[in-house]
């Protein structure tokens, strides 16, 4: 089935250090893919998104994504991670006419 | 508006009862979105409309569930007959274009009704 997968339901990471979030995707050809944040009682924002061409994407609050086909993997990376960067991030991707399909999300905390 | 506005932001109903959940998108975005985000879960789709076309209700769970959207504007989504595994965030968001041309522009969220049925 069409899909995407995020294996990692809670991540600990302490401030300051490097972040690498999973994401893998089932689809036939290459997807729209999407990383998305929420934080506590907000909607969810918009961090970065890959249709096609370089496959390393920069976006916003510091955050980049690589796109790996080979892999089937769309994760998400940030070099030194901030306390304000707690939070829950979704991975989504987007083909033909659907709406996005969104992961299960992956719990971030960020220890002092 | 600003924002996607949803309303209420928190709704607590009695088991069997219905309840409306309001959405104002973006002034000027075409495509409207429902999801449904339960405790722990990530983000269902429930429905999209796209201008004037029929919407894309694929992701109703029941015929309890049902939406509409007057003017290419406001959305309403009707839960009937409220359960308690209905309890759950309901989002919607927007965008400037249908699905296609969404991907560019991205989905605008609002902040979610939170549905508790007791």
């Known amino acids: 089935a069409q899909s995407v997968t995020q294996p990692d339901i809670h991540i600990t990471v302490s401030e300051g250090a490097s972040l690498e979030l999973r994401c893998n995707y089932s689809?036939?050809?290459?997807?729209?893919l999407f990383w998305y944040v929420q934080s506590p009682g907000q909607g969810l924002q918009l961090l970065l998104k890959?249709?096609?061409?370089?496959?390393l994407v920069q976006g916003i609050k510091g955050f980049e994504a690589e796109f790996k086909r080979s892999q089937s993997s769309f994760n998400l990376r940030k070099p030194s991670v901030h306390w304000s960067d707690a939070a829950e991030y979704f991975c989504?991707?987007?083909?033909?006419?659907?709406?996005?399909?969104f992961g299960s999300g992956t719990r971030l905390q960020v220890q002092p | 508006g600003a924002g996607v506005s949803q309303s209420p932001s928190n709704k607590v109903t009695e088991k069997g009862k219905d309840v409306e959940l309001r959405c104002d998108p973006i002034?000027?975005?075409?495509?409207l979105y429902w999801y449904r985000q339960s405790l722990g879960q990530g983000l269902e789709f429930l429905i999209y409309?796209?201008?004037?076309?029929?919407?894309?209700k694929s992701g109703l769970p029941s015929d309890r569930f049902s939406a509409e959207r007057t003017g290419g504007s406001v959305s309403t989504l009707t839960i009937q007959r409220t359960q308690q595994e209905d309890s759950a965030v309901y989002l919607c968001?927007?965008?400037?274009?249908?699905?296609?041309?969404?991907?560019?522009?991205?989905?605008?969220f609002g902040s979610g009704t939170r549905l508790t049925v007791v």
């Open positions: 989504a991707w987007g083909a033909g006419r659907r709406a996005l399909t």
């Open positions: 689809y036939g050809a290459t997807p729209y």
């Open positions: 002034s000027g975005h075409t495509a």
């Open positions: 890959y249709f096609s061409g370089d496959t």
């Open positions: 409309f796209q201008g004037n076309s029929a919407p894309d």
């Open positions: 968001a927007s965008s400037p274009r249908g699905t296609g041309g969404s991907y560019n522009y991205g989905y605008t």
